[in-house]
């Protein structure tokens, strides 16, 4: 798990679910139910557009295939998790949520292109809207285009962050952040402090 320090200081987000506990694996609809379970704010997930334009929740590489933007939805959630479950479509992946409280921190991954980006957080949102999630969506990205595009079609006061670290804070809120969402390390550099923390 991992602290985030966004506007909700020190509350506790499971990064790709509550997954290092029996029976459960990164990304899978039991690490999100467990990270519920204990309490936590919010639990993290990855979503890629697959080949065919399905969202589906996995972080990075899967055994035996190159890349996860590359493959077919059916090839994707085909393959098994290491806890035996199957890979999760999107939509599999709100159903679960809906039933629970814990906020879903969706995390788009990069895409190959702006078009395919684009073309994701579009179908992300629909899905979110019809599913009524939206007041408990949180959204982050490496790809600024990405959290463009999010802070453009969801509401108002959606937080939406950005991840890459490149970006001044004053820059994050003329686009239209809640907030940063960067490694210590960033902000240790950014503050002047060496990594001694002196």
């Not at 080949?51 to 295939?65: E, Q, S, T």
């Not at 199957?86 to 702006?114: F, M, R």
């Not at 285009?145 to 490149?166: M, N, Q, S, W």
């Not at 994050?172 to 960067?182: H, R």
């Amino acid at each position: 798990m991992a602290y985030t320090f966004s506007t909700h200081a020190q509350q506790v987000i499971a990064h790709r679910g509550f997954w290092q506990t029996e029976g459960s694996a990164q990304n899978s609809l039991t690490a999100l139910v467990k990270a519920d379970s204990i309490g936590c704010y919010g639990s993290e997930f990855d979503v890629w557009l697959s080949k065919d334009g399905i969202p589906v929740v996995y972080h990075d590489k899967l055994a035996g295939l190159r890349r996860v933007e590359k493959q077919r939805a059916k090839k994707l959630t085909g393959r098994k998790l290491k806890n035996g479950e199957q890979l999760p479509t999107l939509e599999a992946y709100l159903e679960t949520g809906k039933k629970l409280n814990c906020k879903l921190i969706l995390e788009l991954k990069k895409h190959s292109s702006v078009i395919r980006e684009t073309e994701a957080v579009q179908k992300v949102v629909a899905m979110v809207d019809k599913y009524g999630l939206s007041d408990r969506m949180e959204y982050i990205s490496f790809s600024l285009h990405a959290v463009k595009e999010f802070i453009r079609l969801t509401p108002p006061e959606t937080p939406v962050y950005y991840l890459e670290g490149d970006l001044a804070p004053a820059q994050l809120y003329q686009e239209g952040c809640k907030g940063l969402d960067y490694p210590l390390s960033v902000l240790k550099k950014e503050a002047g402090v060496d990594s001694g923390g002196s």
